[in-house]
Nanobody, 115 residues
Framework: QLQPVESGGGLVHAGGSLRLSCAAS????????MGWYRQAPGRQRELVAI???????NYADSVKGRFTISRDNAKNTVYLQMNSLKPDDTAVYYC?????????WGQGTQVTVSS
């Protein structure tokens, strides 16, 4: 098993930046992929960004050019650097780990962007 724990959320003005961290309970070197998702009130949870074991990345169109996902295997941590934040980015952000045929979610961290 692997327990992701998110941190780094908070309140920021539009145009500002935040960096989210997702710390895993064990080594992530063999994890197939790790992703960041978000869920705003009244909306479905959506994929924001994902990074594979090989380092390939994919982003939602709405965040391309503004968000960057990265991983530090030595620290068992995945990051989401969020720049040029917009009020529409307000949501609870969740980390998810894909391990074999299993998926593990974190508890989420709130990001609020004020206009």
């Amino acid at each position: 098993q692997l327990q992701p724990v998110e941190s780094g959320g908070g309140l920021v003005h539009a145009g500002g930046s935040l960096r989210l961290s997702c710390a895993a309970s064990r080594n992530i070197f063999t994890v197939n992929a790790m992703g960041w998702y978000r869920q705003a009130p009244g909306r479905q949870r959506e994929l924001v960004a994902i990074i594979t074991r090989g380092g390939s990345t994919n982003y939602a169109d709405s965040v391309k050019g503004r968000f960057t996902i990265s991983r530090d295997n030595a620290k068992n941590t995945v990051y989401l650097q969020m720049n040029s934040l917009k009020p529409d980015d307000t949501a609870v952000y969740y980390c998810k780990a894909f391990v074999g045929g299993s998926e593990y979610w974190g508890q989420g961290t709130q990001v609020t962007v004020s206009s």
